[in-house]
């Protein structure tokens, strides 16, 4: 996990939700109690949603070890969605997708966040470890651009009844959203002849068409793009 020193407005429960959804090895095992603890203490969740996460947290205790890893990596790394990486669900492998890595590395350097060699500014929990660090407004600000795919993958964790769906209902209450089922599209097997998927709304290339310079993701709903290319049709 990327590293911020001296930040003090960091939000915990951000920091908590990155963590628990990174992979559950003996070193996160070993944080579960002093995660429980962050959470109860900063009390910015509903007392429901804590209630669920205790129980996530409690899964990851006492599972085995080997299953719980094991269980993590068919849940994440075997689909598309249920992926934890944003531009897997915005651009898929097409080539838009290396130059919004660069603008989202920027902009965490920008902030002062520098990513290890095996880090991806788009997995999730590296998304958080950034947000936590941001004034409350600014985070809600920024994480309700992606709400939307949160949101996917809360409703497709919640299809496989799979726990961690609480991480992502408490992502998006904390983006000032509220987590809801939606239809998820069949998924395409993982070594497919990849292509932008329409079910995620897709991003506009505003702060990509420049790749020298660092921006922010911008994530474009689908009624504002529908409106877009029919008003371009008109012209």
Known sequence: MALFKHIPHASKSLRVLALLLGYPD?????YLPDLRTALQEEQALPAERLAELGALIDTLAHKAALEA??????????????????FE????DS???????????????QAGLHLGEDELP???PVVLEFASTLEPRQAREFL??????????FAALQKRESPYAAVLGALLELAGEKASAVEIAPEEPIDAVWEEPVVFDGCSSK?????DQAQPIHIVPKAARQAHSS???RQ
């Open 69 to 86: 890893e094991s269980d993590y990596v068919e849940l994440f790394d075997r689909g598309r969605a249920t992926s934890l990486h944003l």
């Open 89 to 92: 669900h915005v651009h898929g």
């Open 122 to 124: 788009d997995f999730v």
């Open 144 to 153: 309700a651009e992606m709400a939307h795919i949160f949101n996917a993958i």
């Open 26 to 30: 003996a070193q996160l095992r070993a």
């Open 207 to 211: 702060g990509q068409a420049r790749p």
């Open 231 to 233: 008003q371009g049709a």
């Open 95 to 109: 080539r838009d997708r290396g130059p919004a890595m660069i603008d989202l590395t920027k902009t965490y350097e």
